[in-house]
C-alpha cells in the first residue's frame, strides 16, 4: 500500500462506520500487491498480479461465482480509502440430506484469502470482516438455492477461525505419496480436459443416489459437488503457473482405468508454491478428487463403510495403477508429492494393502476445513456430517 493510504485516523475495529463493500479495479490491484508476499508462490509480482486478475475470469470465480469483499469506511470514496481487510467467497453447488436420504439442492459459500495488511494486523480489523461476512453470506445470492453454510480453509491455528465462529471438520487427513518416475501402466488412460464434463456428470449422478440413501442416527448431511467449475477452477490455476514456469500445460489432467461400471479415476492439478529449481521446493499434485464406480463406502460419513465386500481385486490394481500415473506425473512435473485428501474407507483400506509407498497425514496447522452452518431460522448451528472433504472444495 502506498503511504498515502496510510491513515492515522483510523476507526476502531467495531466502529459503526465500518462495512463491507466490493473493491473497484484498482483496489483489486492494491490487494494483489499486498497479497504477493503471502500468495504468490513460484509467480513474481507482475506474474501474480496477471494471475490474480486471470483468477477472476475462470470457472466457478466468473459470472459471479465469486464475490471480493472489504472492510471500509463508508463514509470514504472508493479508490481513496483504506482496505483494512478483505477476502474472496465462492459459489458452490452442494447438497444436504436428512436421516430419511431427502436430499435437497443448496449453497455454500467458500471463503478465501481472508488478508490484513501487515500495517493494520492486531486491531481487530479480521474478526470484525468475518463478523459482517458471516452475516451478509447467510443470504448472499440465495435466489436459487437456499445458502446452508460458509466453509473456510485455515492456514493458521485451528482456534482463530472457531472462536469466530467457523469450526474445524473432525478429520483433515490425507495420503501422501512421492513421485515415482515408472512406465505407464496398460491399465491405465489419460484424462485430458475434454473427458472432464462427462466424468464430473458421473460423478454427481452417484454422489446425489448415496444423499439420497438413508443415513440412520446422521441429523444432516452435506457435500460441496465436485462438479466442472470446481476442477476446472484449480486446474486453470495450475496450468498458469506451468506455463509461466515451464512455456507449456500438462495434458494429463488425471488418470482412469478399468471398464465402465468399474472405473476407477482421478482429477488432479499441478501445484507449485514455488518454482521448482527452488532450494526445498515443497510442490504438490493434488488429485482433486478419485472416484471407483461400485465403491459402497464412497461418499457417506467417515467411518461409515457400510456392509458388503470390499474393493474387489480387479479393482484395486486399477487403483494402483491410477495412483501410479499420479506418482509419475508427478515426478515428470518436478513435484515433490502426491497428496490424497479423505479417500472413501474401501480406498484407504486398499491403499493400506497395496505395495504403494505412502504416509498418512492429519493436518494441524493448514488447509484446516472449517464451516459455520445455518439453520431453518438463519441460526448457527452445529456442523453437518461434511461429506466428501477433498480438495476439489478447497479455495
Ligand atoms: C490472519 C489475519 C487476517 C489476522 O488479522 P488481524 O488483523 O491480526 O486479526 P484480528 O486483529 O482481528 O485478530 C483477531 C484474533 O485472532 C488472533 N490472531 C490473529 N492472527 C492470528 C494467527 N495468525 N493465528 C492465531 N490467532 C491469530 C488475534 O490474536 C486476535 O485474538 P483476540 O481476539 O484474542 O485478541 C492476518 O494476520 C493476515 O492477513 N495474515 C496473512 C494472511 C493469512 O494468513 N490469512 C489467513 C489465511 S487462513
Redesign the pocket.
Known amino acids: 500500500m502506498g503511504s498515502q493510504d496510510i491513515h492515522t485516523d483510523l476507526p476502531n475495529?467495531d466502529a459503526p462506520e465500518l462495512h463491507l463493500s466490493h473493491p473497484t479495479e484498482n483496489e483489486c490491484v492494491k490487494i494483489w500487491t499486498n497479497?504477493s508476499t503471502?500468495w504468490g508462490d513460484s509467480l513474481e509480482l507482475p506474474e501474480y498480479l496477471e494471475e490474480s486478475l486471470f483468477l477472476t475470469t475462470i470457472p466457478l470465480a466468473k459470472d459471479g461465482g465469486m464475490t471480493t469483499w472489504i472492510l471500509v469506511d463508508k463514509n470514504l470514496p472508493p479508490d481513496n480509502r483504506p482496505i483494512v481487510?478483505s477476502c474472496e467467497s465462492f459459489y458452490k453447488r452442494s447438497l444436504t440430506s436428512d436421516a430419511d436420504g431427502n436430499v435437497e439442492d443448496v449453497v455454500v459459500h467458500g471463503i478465501a484469502?481472508?488478508?490484513?495488511?501487515e500495517e493494520?494486523?492486531?486491531?481487530?480489523?479480521?474478526?470484525?470482516?468475518m463478523k459482517e461476512l458471516a452475516r451478509l453470506l447467510r443470504n448472499w445470492q440465495s435466489d436459487y438455492a437456499k445458502v446452508v453454510g460458509s466453509v473456510?480453509?485455515?492456514?493458521?491455528?485451528k482456534?482463530?477461525?472457531a472462536?469466530l465462529g467457523w469450526i474445524p471438520n473432525p478429520t483433515n487427513m490425507h495420503f501422501e505419496f512421492p513421485p515415482l518416475k515408472t512406465p505407464k501402466s496398460s491399465l491405465v488412460e489419460e484424462v485430458t480436459e475434454s473427458d472432464l464434463p462427462e466424468l464430473c456428470r458421473r460423478d454427481e449422478i452417484m454422489i446425489r443416489e448415496a444423499m439420497a440413501a438413508p443415513a440412520p442416527g446422521v441429523k444432516k448431511r452435506v457435500t460441496i459437488l465436485p462438479d466442472l467449475d470446481h476442477m476446472l477452477w484449480h486446474i486453470r490455476k495450475g496450468d498458469f503457473a506451468t506455463r509461466h514456469l515451464f512455456d507449456k500445460i500438462p495434458q494429463a489432467k488425471g488418470a482412469i482405468a478399468g471398464p465402465l461400471g468399474k472405473q476407477v479415476w482421478a482429477i488432479w492439478t499441478h501445484r507449485y508454491y514455488g518454482r521448482h529449481d527452488a532450494e526445498s521446493p515443497n510442490n504438490v499434485l493434488y488429485i482433486l478428487r478419485l472416484v471407483v464406480e461400485g465403491d459402497m463406502s464412497a461418499n457417506q460419513p467417515v467411518g461409515v463403510d457400510g456392509v458388503g465386500p470390499v474393493l474387489p481385486n480387479e479393482q484395486s490394481s486399477y487403483l494402483e495403477a491410477v495412483l501410479q500415473a499420479a506418482q509419475a506425473e508427478a515426478a515428470e512435473r518436478h513435484l515433490d508429492s502426491v497428496k490424497l485428501w479423505e479417500p472413501s474407507p474401501w480406498v484407504q483400506r486398499a491403499i493400506k494393502k497395496s505395495k504403494i509407498d505412502f504416509n498418512v497425514v492429519e493436518r494441524e496447522e493448514d488447509s484446516i476445513a472449517s464451516g459455520m452452518w445455518y439453520g431453518e431460522n438463519g441460526d448457527i448451528v452445529s456442523p453437518p456430517i461434511w461429506i466428501n472433504n477433498e480438495h476439489y472444495a478447497w479455495c
Open positions: 475495529s497479497t503471502s481487510c484469502s481472508v488478508f490484513c495488511p493494520y494486523r492486531g486491531r481487530g480489523y479480521a474478526a470484525r470482516h473456510s480453509y485455515s492456514d493458521i491455528e482456534a482463530y477461525y472462536k
